[in-house]
């Protein structure tokens, strides 16, 4: 029987609506069948108390019976989750969503302002542009970016552009740009927009969402494989190696971590089948 209500991370009560797993299913690239397939089966099992940890694990694994590269694309959201908890793969992983979009990038630079000295997560440049980029990373997919993260990357900015306009010369910023691997609050986009804040999340701007810039500039993390173990995640995370495409341009890392030919195989063709998918 349909369930009447599910229970999210955070243990918050929430009312069952299957349009948001449709939705999900369809931002994954499956088409109208499968959606309605999975759907139904997850109405079927599901009960009233279940996690959406639990739903998401029943539909993901319908995914990968499937289509594992539909199943990779699904599991995006935890996917880049996975790339924590330090925080510093997912600097990584923005600054090269950023390179593919046609920006030189450098991680982890210290830039002066008036009042203190800040260590900028990413500063990413194109043609005349020159932009201060926090990469805010939440452990968990359930957790929002809210107001007070809009602040304080807004007065980091303030402080680091005041001390270049004090300066004669030298290249200076012309904008900050707040990324995160999750949702903002109302009241940060409300914020962000006053103050000119760039703002990039799992759920804003529409159509240019952090999971829409991933799949069009096809920069999937390695955390996204089905293909993989974790400890083949975390191998590979160890060694730099971020995205997928890290894999195609070395198909010996694989090889490197232990992986055998028959795994190996499997792991190349589920990259380039996922990339067929965009």
């Known amino acids: 029987m349909e369930p009447s209500y599910i229970i999210k991370s955070s243990g918050e009560r929430e009312s069952w609506d299957p349009r948001k797993l449709e ?59 996975q790339l924590g908890p330090s925080g510093f793969p997912f600097e990584r992983f923005v600054a090269q969503i950023l390179k593919a979009q046609g920006y030189h990038t450098k991680v982890g630079v210290m830039v002066r302002g008036v009042c203190v000295s800040h260590e900028v997560d990413v500063v ?16 968990s997919p359930d957790v929002k970016s809210d107001v007070k993260v809009s602040l304080y990357v807004h007065a980091r900015f303030q402080d680091i552009k005041k001390k270049f306009e004090e300066e004669e010369g030298g290249k200076r910023f012309n904008r900050a740009w707040l990324i995160t691997n999750t949702s903002f609050t109302t009241e940060a986009i409300k914020y962000g927009t006053c103050a000119g804040l760039a703002l990039t999340g799992w759920n804003y701007p529409r159509g240019y969402t952090l ?21 083949n995640k975390d191998q590979l995370l160890n060694q730099g190696i971020v995205l997928c495409n890290d894999i195609l341009a070395n198909t010996h890392i694989l090889e490197n971590i232990g992986m055998n030919r028959g795994r190996i195989t499997a792991t190349l063709n589920e990259i380039k089948n996922l990339y067929a998918l965009d």
């Open 23 to 81: 939705r999900s299913l369809r931002a994954a690239k499956a088409d109208e069948r499968l959606v309605q397939d999975i759907v139904a089966h997850v109405k079927r099992d599901a009960q009233d108390g279940m996690s959406t940890h639990d739903i998401y694990a029943h539909a993901f694994a319908l995914l990968k019976r499937h289509s594992r590269p539909i199943a990779a694309q699904y599991s995006l959201k935890r996917a880049i989750t």
């Open 124 to 139: 990413a440049e194109k043609d005349d542009e020159r932009i201060l980029v926090e990469a805010k990373f939440h452990n």
């Open 211 to 231: 999971q829409d810039i991933v799949q069009r500039t096809q920069t999937h993390p390695v955390t996204c494989l089905t293909t993989l173990s974790n400890a």
